[in-house]
């Protein structure tokens, strides 16, 4: 862990560190909008963050006690995240399990949804026991502490009281054991869709051990990194500013908008999904035979509850059912729809025809372009980021992907990892209020809503996308080196000739 912290260091003092740091959703119930000014861990004092990205930077409440009366959730904001979180469940299973099964061969059909199904069920078990912690309590710039271990200090069973966590407004609480719940299906999913770039050839010991290493390691440090911060109640005064913004994760500190997860879910996962395909090799044939889907229909059921999932993972990330959850909505369904649009006309360009396997990717483009945005631009914003993402995504599942040479078996780079940069750095653009954005939170003290200049918006996306990748890669790729060190990664060729359903799980998927 500390070479990796000191790699990272490196990398960043390349990149130009800075301290400014935007916010989401103040006091007012306009649009999320990140604060410029501060940056804070999630369970305590709230301080300057960036624009209304960090829709999981939520404080647990623990840092600045107050004398007044402590808030009290609002049951149509508890309402909203519990059923957010159900909708989140539903993208991943049965959504990525099915999207992604009905991509894979009849053969390896079983093995997909094993390893999609007991990915998220693993990831969920370690997020309760020290996931949460190391992401959402205070620590330092990169990672968490241990105060939250086993969730301990959520619930008092003898006083009957549960822990609060603030949202992106003043005085606005959820309860902190929801927010734990809804950022676990965050953590699951992310691992989950990793399997798809190595699928049809990997061990499921591997894989697990391999999530296990790379999710403390990588996606723990990276939610601590974008979403933690103090809140927005930390904020008494000008003279606690600076002290409230030091104690936020560093993409926070910088202002980096991510709203529902391009960087942390998207790229991050992406870019693991890329070193696992150089290092688990190519399937054996690949390139020679056939491998086709063996069924586009159960494709299309996985991509369409992937859509309806998604309002919830976008949605959701606003934390209270207000102005700011009604845009990320309103967005995330326009641009996926844009996306659907631009992919079909590209791939009619290309190929003189439009495939239902390319509707239902560029459903997936939109989609992941989208998270970061969601509540962070406007309606036009959104319709512009759906369409440039249909037609990136097309080039990063063809294109991209000969120059690359990697057996992506899913193409998890080429969609999640292209649309989900694209999202990233076109946020920093369209937050704009110029250009129709809700704008971020300039001064989390008096909850004042501003814009940053263009330039320098897209310039902080890119240093944390940039970070992102160069941590994910190569947290990814020790991670791989020490599961083949120990387990191997990959089934024997004869193995993986017969099937992985039959040669790692004994059953197969259709009975002939």
């Known amino acids: 862990m500390k070479q990796l912290l000191a790699i990272c260091a490196l990398g960043l003092a390349a990149l130009g560190f800075n301290g400014a740091a935007s916010a989401q959703d103040a006091a007012s119930a306009a649009a999320a909008a990140p604060a410029a000014e501060a940056s804070a861990p999630m369970p305590?004092?709230?301080?300057?963050?960036?624009?209304?990205?960090?829709?999981?930077?939520?404080?647990?409440?623990?840092?600045?006690?107050?004398?007044?009366?402590a808030p009290v959730p609002n049951k149509g904001d508890v309402s909203w995240m519990m059923v957010s979180t159900l909708l989140v469940i539903m993208m991943s299973i049965p959504g990525l399990a099915l999207f992604y099964g009905g991509l894979v061969r009849s053969k390896n059909m079983l093995s997909v949804l094993m390893q999609v199904f007991v990915t998220f069920s693993l990831i969920s078990v370690l997020w309760f026991v020290y996931g949460y912690s190391l992401a959402f309590t205070e620590g330092n710039a990169f990672i968490g502490g241990l105060d939250?271990?086993?969730?301990?200090?959520?619930?008092?069973?003898?006083?009957?009281?549960?822990?609060?966590?603030?949202?992106?407004?003043?005085?606005?609480?959820?309860?902190?054991?929801?927010?734990?719940?809804?950022?676990?299906?965050?953590?699951a999913i992310t691992c989950g869709l990793i399997v798809g770039a190595f699928a049809e050839r990997a061990k499921f010991s591997a894989v697990l051990l391999f999530m296990v290493i790379w999710f403390t390691f990588s996606y723990a440090p990276i939610a601590h990194m974008v979403w933690f911060w103090m809140g927005p109640d930390a904020y008494t005064g000008k003279e606690v500013v600076d002290a409230m913004n030091a104690k936020a994760g560093l993409i926070w500190q910088w202002g980096a908008l991510d709203f529902a997860g391009g960087t942390v879910v998207h790229i991050n996962a992406a870019v693991a999904g890329l070193v696992g395909a150089y290092m688990v090799g190519k399937r054996v044939g690949y390139g020679r035979e056939a491998m086709a889907p063996h069924s586009l229909t159960l494709t299309m059921v996985g991509a369409s509850l992937l859509w309806v999932g998604w309002f919830g993972f976008n949605a959701g990330s606003a934390l209270e059912a207000g102005n700011s959850a009604a845009l990320a909505f309103l967005n995330t369904f326009s641009a996926t729809a844009c996306a659907v649009l631009a992919w079909c006309v590209g791939e009619s360009l290309m190929k003189g025809k439009a495939s239902m396997l390319g509707a239902a990717s560029g459903a997936v483009a939109g989609l992941v372009a989208i998270t970061p945005a969601a509540g962070n631009v406007g309606i036009v914003g959104a319709l512009v980021i759906g369409l440039v993402a249909g037609f990136a995504g097309l080039w990063g599942v063809n294109g991209l992907k000969r120059l690359l040479g990697a057996d992506d078996s899913l193409d998890v780079f080429g969609v999640h990892g292209v649309c989900g940069i694209v999202g990233a750095l076109l946020t920093g653009v369209f937050n704009n209020q110029a250009l129709g954005g809700p704008g971020l939170v300039t001064d989390w003290v008096s909850a004042a809503v501003g814009s940053n200049g263009i330039g320098a918006q897209v310039w902080i996306q890119a240093k944390a996308v940039l970070l992102t990748v160069v941590w994910s890669a190569v947290v990814a790729a020790i991670a791989y080196k020490i599961v083949d060190l120990t387990i191997g990664l990959r089934v024997a060729e004869d193995e993986e000739r017969e099937g992985l359903d039959i040669s790692s799980h004994g059953e197969t998927a259709y009975n002939k």
Do not use: H, N, Y
């Open 44 to 69: 305590a004092a709230p301080t300057a963050a960036p624009a209304p990205a960090a829709a999981a930077a939520v404080a647990a409440p623990a840092a600045p006690a107050s004398a007044a009366a």
């Open 148 to 187: 939250r271990l086993f969730l301990k200090g959520v619930f008092d069973p003898v006083k009957g009281e549960f822990a609060m966590a603030a949202t992106f407004s003043k005085g606005v609480v959820i309860p902190e054991i929801v927010f734990v719940v809804f950022q676990a299906t965050f953590a």
